[in-house]
């Protein structure tokens, strides 16, 4: 009982590092542009491709393959945001939500072409487990905790250490006042959008990874799961959303086990994350780090 | 080939019905909806299971099933509808996708992925539709006889959806040049100017989305009517989509716009799949399919960034600001 419980533990810790990687930069988005990224998921089932194409199609390294991934959707998502986001600056929100969810069609669909309508994976052995104390760990499992430690440590040093990290940091918090004291929002977006790209990349292949098989939905289904994290961590807040994705992946994971009354049927821990949603949004919109103050 | 134009038309008619609803919610009262889809399938599943399951007769399900749309807009707008417009749009994605989820996994009630055929299980044929069916029978020979020649199953539909469908624009219309219209209208531009002037913004948000989602819940009781089994795929987010293309053409507040956007947009779309001239030749049906919604979205994209107000929509009004 208590070894399903660790287990458990550590397969959202697993899942939720994922959505945390994704929804810190679907939060940073939110935060520094005010843009609501409903390609967000699609950006990540880029990654899992364009990473496919690398490692399965032309041969390369897994770890290669990733970081070209990370790169594409990067440079994908600037491109989007110059042809597209940047001219609907000022249209307010609504608006804007309905061009990324036009992209986000352009996206998937493009995939679906390319790649055809059939699951894909990784040539990596899914059968394969490792023994780890109590714990049995599979590759993808591996890779993913490894990849998201790491990505977590460089985007927090990012945000806390760098000019760059404070600029976005600040105008999330109040972007007049940033303006007045001379950040160059324009170069800004772009950063904000490598960063939110990249990193929806590399959660993407990590998401493509842990499940075993994908298709060109598998962004569309997860980011519902994505903005959850986001809003726990209150919208905006790059470092609550990988806290608010941590917390959602270990609950989700943690409420099956055996332990709570026979612990829930796996089917509805995804309906458990939209009973939290609508729960948060109910009574903390502010998110579960977030300050009081109207919203 | 006139019959798959009939259906074509058909089909317009219904989105006519859900791209008022989301002309309601989005276009009059500001309230972004990502999950028309998703309302769609709880009207229209709560419909074949009330008949199926607790064989209850349609006269009483379909009405059940839209109530059912309504309620779960309520369940949706009340905790959102006073926050952000960002809150409202995530509530209705998450609601898209769980919807479709529920419907794949609660098998013994949905019939899961292979549709409502299944219902009863393995073995049976589960049939929703057998009363309306009998009911478009009896209207089919009515108007045979009365045109002396034979009406089609899809001419006869059409008959009825149509109707429906303009009663309803014609309905919203009036709806919107009403004083409910305008304060709705007041408070997409200037809410603590609406609120200053004594109106309760939140309950006349409330109303604007429920009745939305009681249009989206019609339409999908027709699309289920239209058919004689569904799945859970049929709901896809895509339908969403398709609203508010229509929505757009026409400019978000034009509402006799509405049905001359589904026309032009069903028959595109429709058409679409009988070009094939090169490059279109270089694609299978298959293909065709995510071509097509390529270049949906693409035509999305373009006309907000160019032409905020749509293809007819006037700019003072319909430019969309918020």
């Known amino acids: 009982m208590i070894e399903q419980l660790l287990q458990l533990i550590f397969n959202g810790l697993v899942s ?61 998502a600037i491109g989007v945001d110059q042809l597209a986001l940047k001219p609907m600056r000022g249209r307010g929100l609504t608006s804007v939500f309905i061009v990324t969810v036009g992209i986000s069609f352009l996206i998937r669909n493009t995939l679906f072409i390319s790649f055809g309508a059939g699951a894909r994976q990784y040539q990596i052995d899914q059968a394969l487990v490792y023994v780890v104390g109590p714990l049995r760990v599979s590759p993808g499992q591996a890779i993913t905790l490894f990849a998201m430690l790491l990505a977590i440590a460089a985007l927090g040093w990012l945000l806390g250490r760098t000019t760059i990290g404070r600029s976005m940091r600040a105008v999330a918090e109040n ?92 089917r509805y821990k995804v309906v458990l994350a939209f009973c939290v949603l609508i729960g948060l949004l109910l009574f903390r919109p502010q998110g579960i780090f977030g300050k009081d103050r109207l919203l | 080939m006139v019959e798959f134009w009939l259906f074509v038309l058909v089909t317009a008619g219904i989105y006519t019905i859900f791209s008022l609803g989301l002309l309601i919610q989005f276009g009059i009262a500001g309230l972004p909806n990502f999950g028309t889809g998703a309302f769609m399938a709880v009207s229209s599943y709560t419909m074949a299971i009330l008949v199926v399951q607790l064989e209850l007769p349609m006269l009483v399900a379909a009405p059940l099933g839209i109530a059912a ?93 149509w109707p429906v469908a303009l009663l309803l624009v014609w309905g919203v219309w009036y709806m919107v040049r009403s004083p409910w219209g305008r304060t709705l209208r ?122 905020p107000q749509g293809l007819l929509g006037n700019k003072k009004e319909d430019a969309l600001e918020n």
């Open chain 1, 16 to 76: 939720g590092s994922i959505l945390a990687i994704g929804a810190a930069g679907a939060s940073l988005v939110w935060g520094v542009l005010r843009i609501g990224n409903f390609a967000h998921g699609d950006y990540m089932a880029l990654g899992a491709f364009s990473a496919f194409f690398f490692a399965n199609v032309l041969g390369l390294p897994l770890a290669v393959a990733t970081m070209l991934a990370m790169a594409i959707v990067a440079i994908f």
């Open chain 1, 175 to 266: 972007s007049d006042l940033a303006a007045v004291t001379g950040v160059n929002t324009d170069r800004l977006a772009s950063i904000t959008w490598l960063i939110s790209g990249g990193l929806a990349g590399l959660a993407g292949v990590c998401l493509g990874l842990v499940q075993g098989t994908f298709d060109a939905t598998m962004g569309a289904y997860t980011l519902f799961l994505i903005f959850t994290a986001v809003v726990l961590g209150g919208i905006g807040s790059a470092y609550g959303a990988l806290g608010g994705g941590l917390v959602l992946g270990l609950t989700m994971e943690v409420s099956t086990w055996d332990g709570f009354a026979g612990g829930l049927d796996p």
């Open chain 2, 69 to 161: 749309a309504v309620l779960f807009g309520l369940l949706l707008a009340i905790p959102t509808i006073r926050l952000r417009a960002d809150y409202l749009a995530i509530a209705t994605v998450a609601a898209g996708e769980i919807i479709r989820y529920l419907a794949l996994n609660l098998q013994d009630l949905t019939g899961g992925a292979a549709g409502t055929i299944n219902m009863l299980g393995p073995g049976f044929a589960a049939d929703y539709n057998w009363e309306w069916q009998r009911f478009l029978a009896s209207f089919q020979q009515m108007l045979s006889g009365l045109l002396s020649f034979r009406v089609s199953t899809d001419l006869a539909f059409g008959l009825i959806v």
């Open chain 2, 186 to 307: 007041a408070i997409r531009e200037d809410e603590e100017a609406a609120t200053a002037l004594g109106k309760n913004v939140f309950l006349y948000k409330l109303q604007a989305f429920s009745v939305g989602a009681a249009l989206a819940g019609l339409a999908g009781l027709f699309l289920a009517w239209q058919v004689s089994m569904f799945t859970p795929d049929d709901f896809r987010p895509v339908l969403t989509f398709y609203a508010f293309v229509i929505v757009l053409l026409g400019g978000k507040t034009n509402v006799w716009a509405v049905p001359v956007g589904a026309l032009i947009f069903t028959i595109i779309f429709a058409g679409t799949r009988f070009l094939d001239f090169w490059p279109l030749s270089l694609f299978n049906s298959g293909d065709k399919a995510f071509l097509r919604l390529i270049l949906v979205g693409l035509a999305l994209v373009v006309l907000i960034v160019l032409r």
